[in-house]
């Protein structure tokens, strides 16, 4: 793997660095601190000059519209793109477009016209329905949301928790258990209309998160059409499992993001903060938290952008996306509670990003997989099938 | 967590007894007991829950009752309040502008 930028890289990065620093930065300044929106009108200028910038639709596959940018400088860009206070969560808060679920790229060319092409054009938005108060690591298991046969249709019975964006999405795809014997063979994927009879978003589930929420949905007596599967029956597991293992590249570097700019705030600060007579900066104390961050960074970077390169090259990278999840979302969680601890009391004030990184941060280590469910893919890597 | 602020009414007159700089969400009501407006102070207010009930009394003055619930997450507190209240009146209280919102069947 070439260490190095190339020319091209390194003049996206720089571009997407100054989007970030010149435009983000100075609206965020008079967001509420926990806001994950802008006001419709700067959101729509910001657009534009990311489609003039060539770079709408970061998200989206070259082959679907996306820009024709490989996925080692796709990760690079979505480290710039997360350093402002609500780059973890609402990276330049949507104004590169969203991305589909991946799923959806596996749908049927009616489903891909009904739902696929509309989010990506941002005029739908869907949710991914998988966890249920049962559980979510392990969802094979866990899942007890019922779907049975009638006639053309199936009718869903259960409930879903922890479901980002429910409450405002169009649609949402819904996992769901049709054959009770069959363990993870027996789950089917439903694309579920949020106008459906009997379908219900029953509360606000309240997290560290408070503007990108959950929510706890019911399904009472559901129709869905057999059109809406998506995939095939009883394989709702096996759609689209090498992009959901890609996810996690860009979700680390979004971590990777929020650590450098928390390390770059404290090494601006650290020096012009006097205590007993001396900047802090002076204190081995504080300098070896700025080297432990330094090392936490790399460490974490390199693994990242080496994940990146091996799912571009085409080789397996499971494993490698694994150790990037990983070890970025605990790396980071770490150099933001150093930066906190440099600042003192500004540290957890408001008034600084700090708190709020440092409470969605902590999300990062539980969402897309929780590490634990991480690690396990990693031992399964390494001992193979013996494993279970 | 109940998703509706069901707590009783208080006067705008204690509104400087009762409250004091936290973050939180809030709701006003005319003589009548009907929402009119709902708003939150969040990490940006000056004098949190306070300073944002007062403002809100100077800004509809057909406000007489307040009730408010203290939280950190005002943001998704506020936007759930304004759902489920949608979801009872198939409006917003008369004082809050439109907003983009989801939608909640809360039972
Ligand atoms: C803010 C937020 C947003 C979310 N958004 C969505 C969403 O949009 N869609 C969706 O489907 N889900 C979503 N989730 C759910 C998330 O994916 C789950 O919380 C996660 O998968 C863990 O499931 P659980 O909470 O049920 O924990 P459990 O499965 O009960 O696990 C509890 C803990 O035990 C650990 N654990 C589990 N198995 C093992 C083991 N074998 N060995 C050691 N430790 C183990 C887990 O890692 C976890 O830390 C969201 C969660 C949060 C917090």
Known sequence: ?388 | MAARLDKPWIEVSQIAVVLRGHMGVFQLADADNTVIYMGYAGGNSLQGLRGEVTQACADHPDACYFRHEITTSYLSRFRELMMVYMHDHGRLPAGNPKISLGRMSPG
Not at chain 1, 233 to 242: K, L, P, Q, S, T
Not at chain 1, 277 to 296: F, K, T, Y
Not at chain 1, 359 to 385: C, F, K, S, T, W
Request: glycine share 10%.
């Open chain 1, 1 to 388: 793997m070439d260490l190095n930028l190339t020319e091209e890289q390194t003049m996206i990065v720089g571009m997407v660095r100054r989007f970030v620093r010149e435009e983000i930065l100075p609206l965020e300044a008079d967001l509420d601190p926990d806001a994950d929106e802008l006001a419709p009108a700067d959101r729509d200028r910001l657009v534009e000059k990311t489609r003039e910038m060539g770079l709408y639709g970061l998200g989206i596959p070259p082959e679907y519209g996306g820009p024709d940018v490989d996925l080692v400088t796709r990760t690079l860009l979505a480290v710039e793109m997360s350093q402002h206070r609500a780059g973890l969560y609402a990276p330049c808060y949507g104004t590169f477009g969203g991305a589909g679920l991946a799923q959806l790229f596996e749908a049927t060319e009616e489903q891909k016209e009904r739902y696929l092409y509309p989010t990506l054009r941002g005029e739908k938005r869907g949710f991914f329905g998988l966890s249920e108060p049962s559980g979510g690591s392990d969802p094979a298991r866990a899942i007890q949301t019922r779907a049975v046969q009638d006639g053309d249709d199936w009718i869903i019975n259960g409930a879903k928790l922890w479901i980002s964006g429910a409450d405002r999405a169009d649609y949402g795809l819904v996992f769901a258990r049709t054959d009770a014997d069959k363990g993870r063979n027996g789950v089917t994927c439903f694309i579920v209309d949020t106008d459906t009879p009997g379908f219900h978003v029953r509360r606000i589930v309240h997290t560290l998160r408070s503007a990108h929420y959950a929510t706890e949905l019911q399904f009472e007596d559901m129709r869905v059409p057999k059109e809406n599967i998506l995939g095939e029956v009883n394989r709702g597991f096996a759609i689209a499992n090498d992009r959901l293992t890609r996810q996690r590249i860009p979700y680390a570097a979004g971590c990777i993001g929020v650590a450098i700019k928390a390390q770059e705030m404290a090494l601006d600060y650290v020096p012009q903060r006097q205590t007993f007579g001396a900047p802090l900066s002076s204190r081995q104390a504080i300098q070896w938290m700025l080297v432990d961050n330094e090392i936490d960074i790399k460490q974490s970077l390199w693994i990242t952008l080496e994940a990146a390169n091996k799912a571009h090259q085409g080789e397996p990278f499971r494993k490698e996306a694994a150790m990037a999840k990983l070890v970025a979302t605990e790396a980071a969680g770490r150099v933001v509670d150093r930066a906190m601890q440099m600042f003192g009391g500004l540290g957890v004030a408001k008034d600084l990003p700090f708190e709020r990184w440092y409470r969605e941060m902590r999300i990062r280590r539980i969402g897309e997989g929780p590490n634990e469910v991480q690690r396990h893919v990693i031992a399964r890597e390494l001992l193979g099938a013996s494993l279970r």
